[in-house]
């Protein structure tokens, strides 16, 4: 077979792993710091350092980016970030940092379980961490970090750690409260006699940031690639225009995607935060307002977070935040991924029969005539594919369209498929056959012409005689017999015996079969093919190009 034609595959995705972000990283990645909440100037243009400067990629034709300088089908836009004047918690992770709480010292942020040896159940030699860590690596290395063994594991791990018997931190001697999560961002500490008191997210990731990182397989976390402190967010990306265009109304008017809107909110209380806190203004009202970003920042990620109102339109449309994008029947992976359309593929009823396979299902014939596969044409199922053309597009098992060497896509009609399933002469004279010629050729048969016009041509081709009624009276026309035609190329007659050998009827069947028995030697006298229009003998290049085109 030759290589022409096969897809070549530049990458193949071997993995795919999913990490937190490097707060870093956001800012290495990020084209411009957003700053002011503005978009469009009155003349149209974009702000500088606004939530739609050009740096972070172009949409309208003709402009260049101003970071990578491409055109805007070429740019692959950019992202920017914004500076947090107070840290946030990420409302994604909130159980991580509840994990992160309850299994480690509120002191030195050590795990909660003892380093010495004979802590072991087990191994004196060894210690209650070296037990864990084991049984977690054999979780992993049995069940994967998706299962639900995995979680399980790390629900003990924090069990066993926020045991009242763990109160005093076995490394620092320390008094652990207990941790209690306000749904959805808040989180209490709460001491046996000194009452409760409120973590803030500064206290939070000041507390996650002294986690060692060998400490972290005990929270399910990979110390390679992520940090729980990531978590609480000091900077944020902002996604390119790509992600959230704006669209220009009838009226000439812009109109700002859900996601831009929910950044302006989140840019404006920043703003307010940075003006309080450098005023001077009582703490009172800087947690307030800490809280209000923080309930931005949380309405972005998800705007359906139990415990708070979704933040709306003035219209009183919910907000259509990152995680509405993707969840639910019209997200991105149920309607857009899930439910794509794409080709070969349909719907239909399918039905139950006795008479079918167990790996098989019944679709009505209508759907089985349109739903085709393409199939690629091999010596072997050669003629299983040229009677397939020839029983055209509206006999099942048959065929749609064919895609020729060139790669061209030529459809079957009733008409075109005689000739798409047969030979071509390549007699440059040769015109059907003149019976008035001088010489005309002995085996010429002028009602192969009627049916199938030279220099196309079917080997084993049957015809009947059709009478059909006109206004001048009864004509006399030739049709194709399909199905004896069809038991020809399969070298069998209408009755279903085999043909004899030097049947000329079977040729086509029997060169196949010849081909397949003897790959490297010529055809014998009585295989081979000859033009019925205008008698010439086949030639090898011909016989080349056959096989290509038709076969
Ligand atoms: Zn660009
Ligand atoms: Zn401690
Ligand atoms: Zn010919």
């Known amino acids: 077979m030759s290589a022409r034609g096969v897809a070549k595959i530049p990458k193949r995705i071997d993995s795919i792993k999913f990490s937190l972000m490097d707060p870093n990283e956001i800012r290495k990645m990020s084209a411009v710091e957003v700053k002011t909440a503005d978009t469009y100037k009155d003349d149209g243009h974009a702000y500088k350092q606004g939530l739609m400067d050009p740096k972070m990629g172009v949409i309208d034709p003709g402009i260049r980016c101003e970071t990578c300088g491409n055109k805007h089908n070429e740019c692959p836009s950019h992202f920017g970030h914004i500076a947090l004047e107070l840290p946030v918690m990420h409302i994604g992770f909130t159980m991580l940092i509840k994990t992160a709480l309850k299994s480690t010292c509120n002191q030195c942020s050590n795990i909660l379980l003892h380093s010495a040896p004979e802590t072991h159940p087990l191994d004196p030699e060894k210690s209650e961490q070296d037990y864990y860590r084991d049984r977690v690596h054999d979780v992993m290395r049995k069940h994967g970090v998706g299962s639900t063994e995995f979680k399980k594991i790390i629900k003990e791990i924090e069990k066993e750690c926020s045991m009242a018997r763990r109160a005093i ?40 940031e002294k986690i060692p990182d060998e400490n972290l397989i005990f929270l399910g976390m990979d110390s390679d690639s992520s940090r729980p402190e990531w978590v609480i967010m000091k900077v944020l990306p902002v996604p390119p225009i790509t992600v959230r265009p704006s669209i220009t109304l009838d009226s000439g008017d812009r109109s700002e995607d859900d996601l831009t809107h929910k950044m302006v909110d989140v840019l404006r209380i920043n703003q307010r935060l940075r003006e309080n806190r450098d005023a001077g203004a009582p703490q009172l009202i800087v947690e307030d307002l800490w809280e209000l970003l923080q309930y931005h920042v949380t309405t972005y990620f998800d705007n359906q977070t139990s415990g708070i109102p979704p933040a709306r339109h003035r219209s009183g449309r ?50 089985a005539k349109e739903l085709t596969v393409p199939i690629r044409v091999t010596s072997r199922n050669r003629e299983q594919l040229r009677r397939m053309i020839l029983r055209g597009p509206d006999t099942h098992p048959g065929v749609n369209y064919i895609i020729r060497g060139d790669h061209f896509r030529v459809r079957i009609t009733d008409r075109t498929k005689f000739i798409w399933s047969g030979f071509r002469c390549l007699n440059p004279n ?31 081709m049957v015809f009947r005689q059709e009478n059909k009624r006109t206004i001048e009276g009864l004509q006399e026309l030739y049709v194709a017999d399909l199905e004896a035609t069809i ?65």
């Open 169 to 208: 931190c076995m490394h620092c001697g320390s008094e652990q409260g207990k941790i209690m999560l306000d749904k959805p961002t808040t989180f209490k500490e709460k001491k046996k006699d000194k009452g409760e008191h409120k973590l803030n997210a500064r206290d939070i990731r000041e507390w996650l």
């Open 318 to 367: 919910p907000l259509k935040t990152l995680s509405q994008r993707l969840k639910g029947k019209e997200g991105r992976f149920r309607s857009n991924l899930s439910g794509k359309r794409v080709n070969f593929c349909a719907r239909t009823v399918i039905s139950p029969d006795p008479n079918l396979g167990i790996n098989e299902v019944g679709v009505p014939v209508h759907t």
């Open 430 to 460: 040769c015109d059907g056959g003149d019976p008035e010629r001088e010489e005309p050729y002995t085996g010429m048969n002028p009602e192969l012409n009627e049916v199938l016009r030279a220099p196309n041509f079917l080997p084993g």
């Open 487 to 551: 038991a020809n190329l399969r070298g069998e007659d209408l009755e279903g015996r085999s043909l004899k050998d030097d049947n000329p009827n079977a040729i086509i069947h029997n060169r196949w079969r010849w081909e397949r028995e003897h790959p490297d030697e010529d055809y014998p006298e009585h295989l081979i093919v000859v033009c019925p229009h205008c008698g010439s003998p086949w030639d090898e290049e011909e016989e080349e190009r056959s096989r290509l085109t038709h076969g």
